[in-house]
């Protein structure tokens, strides 16, 4: 790809004596919205934390915006440019709507502002001295999404962002990933469910244990149905 602004080569990754990704190799483009697709236990999540450097143990490559990565701590991952918005969403519930929000360091120019974040997501501005805990399912996913906008990340890694979300809300969430797109974020997406991955992604890539086996760009993806069904099991 000639503008990769991602590329993993022979990425492996480990927890403790578990080896769990076995060559992962895959890229996205700088301005690309990709999914990684598969059955559970298939590597996806692991894939998404060997990037951030939040794994046991990983070797390979990893390259972003030109520079090898795949040493560095997470903390200097994130000054480089990447975001992880994890599948537990992680807020904290003691802490209100706004809080949370101002909480994480912008590490990088070109964040988003809060006031841009609540015209983003208007729910969370009508909420925005509300706990935590008081936050529906999926209030609290684009809290967490909103959160990692202020840091000035050009890649987003969203882990599950629909999970256990009512179809109301993940059109929502939809809507919300493509505007960040539009406004030139890199976004890398896991996500089971196939049905909302096939409406916003550019490029789906299959993992299986452990490893990319297939690809299928968004333009293909009604030509490619039955096969894509069979490698997720649908």
């Given at each position: 790809?000639?503008?990769?602004?991602?590329?993993?080569?022979?990425?492996?990754?480990?927890?403790?004596?578990?080896?769990?990704?076995?060559?992962?190799?895959?890229?996205?483009?700088?301005?690309?919205?990709?999914?990684?697709?598969?059955?559970?236990?298939?590597?996806?999540?692991?894939?998404?934390?060997?990037?951030?450097?939040?794994?046991?143990?990983?070797?390979?490559?990893?390259?972003?915006?030109?520079?090898?990565?795949?040493?560095?701590?997470?903390?200097?991952?994130?000054?480089?440019?990447?975001?992880?918005?994890?599948?537990?969403?992680?807020?904290?519930?003691?802490?209100?709507?706004?809080?949370?929000?101002?909480?994480?360091?912008?590490?990088?120019?070109?964040?988003?502002?809060?006031?841009?974040?609540?015209?983003?997501?208007?729910?969370?501005?009508?909420?925005?001295?509300?706990?935590?805990?008081?936050?529906?399912?999926?209030?609290?996913?684009?809290?967490?999404?909103?959160?990692?906008?202020?840091?000035?990340?050009?890649l987003l890694l969203l882990d599950e962002p629909t999970e256990?979300?009512?179809?109301?809300?993940?059109?929502?969430?939809?809507?919300?990933?493509?505007?960040?797109?539009?406004?030139?974020?890199?976004?890398?997406?896991?996500?089971?469910?196939?049905?909302?991955?096939?409406?916003?992604?550019?490029?789906?890539?299959?993992?299986?244990?452990?490893?990319?086996?297939?690809?299928?760009?968004?333009?293909?993806?009604?030509?490619?149905?039955?096969?894509?069904?069979?490698?997720?099991?649908?």
């Amino acid at each position: 790809m000639a503008d990769a602004l991602l590329t993993i080569a022979g990425l492996q990754a480990w927890y403790g004596e578990s080896h769990i990704l076995h060559g992962v190799d895959f890229e996205v483009g700088r301005g690309e919205l990709v999914t990684l697709l598969g059955r559970n236990g298939a590597g996806k999540t692991t894939t998404l934390r060997s990037i951030m450097g939040i794994v046991g143990r990983r070797s390979g490559s990893i390259r972003f915006d030109g520079a090898e990565i795949v040493a560095r701590t997470s903390d200097a991952v994130a000054r480089a440019g990447i975001a992880y918005c994890p599948e537990e969403r992680g807020i904290f519930s003691s802490l209100s709507v706004e809080e949370n929000l101002l909480l994480p360091p912008v590490v990088r120019p070109g964040g988003m502002s809060v006031g841009e974040i609540f015209e983003l997501f208007p729910n969370l501005k009508e909420r925005r001295r509300s706990q935590g805990t008081k936050l529906s399912g999926g209030e609290q996913q684009m809290l967490a999404i909103g959160r990692i906008l202020r840091t000035g990340a050009t890649l987003l890694l969203l882990d599950e962002p629909t999970e256990g979300l009512a179809p109301v809300i993940v059109q929502r969430i939809g809507e919300a990933i493509r505007a960040l797109k539009s406004r030139g974020f890199t976004i890398l997406l896991v996500e089971q469910n196939f049905h909302f991955a096939a409406t916003v992604a550019d490029r789906h890539y299959v993992v299986e244990d452990g490893r990319v086996v297939d690809m299928v760009r968004g333009s293909d993806v009604q030509a490619n149905l039955g096969k894509l069904q069979t490698y997720l099991g649908l």
